[in-house]
């Protein structure tokens, strides 16, 4: 049994064929096609619009009514365009659109839509570029193609989230558009009784990190179902108490800081059970702090997320089949199926956080603070920064957010303030439940400046927004002082900083300041070695070691990266020695950079990343971890490389085996000058399990260099070491 179908024009608002066919074939045909792409002249635009005119008040459907035509129309090739050399762009937007347009083609009598533009198109015999070709690739989908990639784009994800949230809430009207003044967010649909949906409101384009955006959507929420207890998630990137939540790719640098988030839940008028964040790095005593007013419990993670976020199913189904069940039961059952889902995968945390302990949280905060800053006015800065620099960090450390309890731990071991055990306390009483894949891990963090002057200003600022005196900023400000005039000594420009009010040029040069001096890294020859040799003064001032090897190639050197492994010898000298064996991957060895470790009684870890292109096209950090359970290493996952903190991007991404791996590091002229990025080795395909080894690097001649970062944060340099696997 055959089916004839057509005329399948691809002149989409030309329906000359389609009514040829209708007047002079309507015999032949069984079901009538055409080709549709509705298109929109910039993001602000709503592609629907163009489409319902096409297909309902337009052409198409028009010229079906004309000859009275009972028979199916499909439209056989679509897709939701922005403008001809923006096909590909990987867009949150152009997904939604095209979910929307695939219901509103079945709301008005396709029988059936076949989305032409799914996956990018690889055409064989064809390696040209131009218009919407790249290198044979008809870059017009929405997902690249399997045999290209199985990396979902974000405009994939936003097309299946959509095309799940109408498909789970029955077929039916989508939108009934009168003007393309009616564009932008398709999130307000409700369920009739007939089972079809209606939009309520459309916001048009709008900010979804505006403080305005979120208490409207809490107003709306609100008075349109009203309810005995409130839940508010807020589910995207997050960035903690530095950089706040959020992140719209339509209105690009810009969060919902603290102040923004206390404004729009203030504005919004709704106390609620629990606000949580389905976001990185949420769960600190600030974040606590500014929601206090709004809500019972704050659920939240210390550390990044994993990118699908938390598992719904089951503590939905627990508030659904028992509405009155106590909110921190709930965040229990909550917390442990997210832990179940990703602790094999993301090294997850999640903390349940009762709010009803903010002011006993803060009194302890604000006696620790004071009782720090008495022992930073005696000279204690140096053993105050060995603990800040040991004490357990999140977020990669680029969010200056470490673990409360951790540092309360660490400050009573090195110093014994007297107020250490308040804080320990406060955290016991606050953290209702939490779930980790280590111990450093207790449920909350704090914001501790010092790897980010930059951003300390602008994070001072909001933290006072949100009701911070400025008596609590006392310690903070000094200490930060301190660090720069430390940084000034060993001739860092620091007048960037001049601008900012906490800044106090009477600090810089103090008398409590004490630096190394460069000419004091000049290393010593012990034959069989060289070697670094400080006095036990300097080496207290020491609070990070790291390895860097370059391999000549004969034109250059290539940077292999570093590595935080290292050795004193019996006169407590360091090593500055190499033993050929660097990180591999499956035995191909990989440039690798160290990043954060971590050492207590009874667990360690270790942790850095491969820099990589994925797939030809982006640009990926893979992070390799140690700890006491995987000793040998393991590959974590990928992220996506980012130059400065914003709100970080959740989790990270798993690969998948058709995956194309190009390793890559920097090259440098035997001046130690930059020249390229460069590319080592070929690329590989990724295969399901890894194995990270050190494997011999071969019959290079090698340069060795150690960097010593002290508690300033000045980085000291020995001198370069030639070495040869001879």
């Known amino acids: 049994y055959y089916r004839f179908i057509g005329p399948n024009q691809s002149n989409y608002n030309d329906a000359s064929f389609l009514d040829y066919a209708l007047k002079n074939a309507d015999q032949y045909v069984d079901i009538y096609t055409s080709h549709n792409y509705p ?126 949230y109408i498909t789970a809430r029955g077929a039916g009207e989508v939108y009934l558009c009168e003007s393309p003044e009616y564009s932008g967010i398709y999130a307000a649909f409700s369920k009739n009784e007939n089972g ?113 976020g938390w598992a719904y199913k089951n503590w939905l189904t627990m508030l659904a089949e028992d509405p009155a069940v106590p909110t921190a039961e709930l965040g229990k059952k909550l917390a442990d199926d997210f832990l179940e889902a990703y602790i094999f995968a993301d090294m997850p945390t999640l903390s349940v ?48 957010q470490v673990d409360l309890s951790d540092l309360a731990t660490l400050t009573k071991q090195s110093l014994s303030l007297g107020t250490e055990d308040d804080v320990q306390a406060a955290v016991q009483n606050m953290v209702v439940y939490n779930v980790t894949y280590e111990k450093s891990a207790a449920g909350i963090a704090v914001y501790f400046p010092c790897l980010w002057p930059d951003y300390y200003g602008d994070t001072r600022f909001e933290m006072t927004c949100v009701g911070f005196p400025e008596s609590y900023f006392e310690f903070y ?23 900012y009010d906490w800044f106090d040029s009477s600090e810089v040069g103090g008398e409590n300041v004490t630096t190394i001096n460069d000419n004091d890294f000049e290393l010593i020859d012990k034959g069989d070695y060289y070697a670094l040799s400080l006095s036990d003064e300097a080496w207290n001032l020491i609070t990070y070691i790291d390895m860097t090897v370059y391999l000549d190639d004969g034109e250059g050197y290539i940077d292999l990266g570093n590595d935080n492994v290292y050795e004193f010898d019996d006169d407590g000298d360091l090593k500055v020695d190499f033993d050929y064996t660097w990180i591999s991957i499956d ?101 399901s399990e890894p194995v990270v080894t050190y494997e011999e690097i071969g019959e290079y001649r090698t340069v060795i260099q150690y960097t010593l970062r002290d508690i300033y944060n000045n980085e000291h340099f020995t001198d370069p070491v030639e070495l040869s696997s001879e």
């Open 196 to 308: 079809d949906m209606t939009l309520l409101q459309s916001l048009g384009s709008v900010n979804m990190t505006d403080a305005d955006t979120l208490s409207d959507f809490i107003r709306f929420s609100a008075e349109s179902y009203p309810a005995d207890r409130y839940e508010l998630i807020l589910w995207d990137h997050g960035g903690g108490t530095m950089t706040g939540f959020g992140y719209d790719e339509l209105y690009e640098d810009t969060s919902l800081t603290l102040s923004s988030l206390s404004t729009a839940l203030y504005n919004g008028g709704v106390q609620f059970d629990f606000i949580g964040f389905d976001a990185c790095l949420m769960a600190t005593a600030e974040v606590a702090y500014a929601l206090d007013p709004y809500a019972d419990y704050l659920i939240a993670s210390e550390e990044s997320e994993p990118g699908e």
């Open 477 to 499: 400000d000094k200490f930060m002082n301190t660090m720069l005039s430390g940084q000034s000594l060993s001739q860092s420009d620091i007048d960037f900083y001049s601008y």
């Open 39 to 164: 298109t929109a002249t910039s993001l602000a635009d709503d592609v629907y619009y163009d489409q319902v005119k096409l297909l309902w008040d337009g052409q198409y459907m028009e010229t079906m009514r004309k000859y009275k035509s009972q028979k199916p129309f499909w439209i056989d090739e679509w897709g939701a365009r922005q403008k001809d050399d923006n096909l590909g762009m990987d867009m949150s937007w152009r997904g939604t659109q095209q979910a929307v347009c695939a219901a509103a083609s079945m709301n008005f009598g396709i029988s059936n839509t076949i989305l032409w533009s799914l996956f990018d198109q690889q055409w064989p015999n064809n390696r040209g570029s131009g218009g919407e070709f790249l290198d044979g690739v008809q870059v017009t989908g929405l997902a690249p193609s399997i045999f290209i990639s199985t990396i979902p784009t974000t405009q994939y994800y936003a097309y299946t989230l959509m095309s799940k």
């Open 587 to 687: 035995g191909v060895i990989v440039p690798f950079y160290a990043e954060t470790e971590e050492q207590t009684d009874d667990y360690w870890y270790t942790t850095g990343y491969v820099p990589a292109e994925l797939n030809g096209s982006t640009d990926i950090e893979i992070v390799l971890r140690w700890d006491s359970d995987h000793d040998s290493g393991f590959v974590a996952g990928y992220r996506l490389k980012t130059e400065e903190p914003t709100v970080a991007a959740k989790g990270l991404h798993s690969f998948t085996e058709t995956d194309q791996i190009q390793y890559t590091c920097s090259y440098y002229d035997y001046g130690f000058n930059y020249d390229r990025d460069y590319t080592l080795g070929d690329p590989v395909t990724y295969i």
């Open 353 to 400: 956080l009762d709010l009803r302990y903010v002011p006993e949280l803060y009194a302890a905060l604000e006696s620790y603070w004071e009782s720090a800053y008495t022992a930073l006015q005696s000279g204690s800065y140096g053993a105050l920064s060995q603990v800040r620099n040991n004490v357990r960090e999140f977020g990669d450390n680029e969010y200056d």
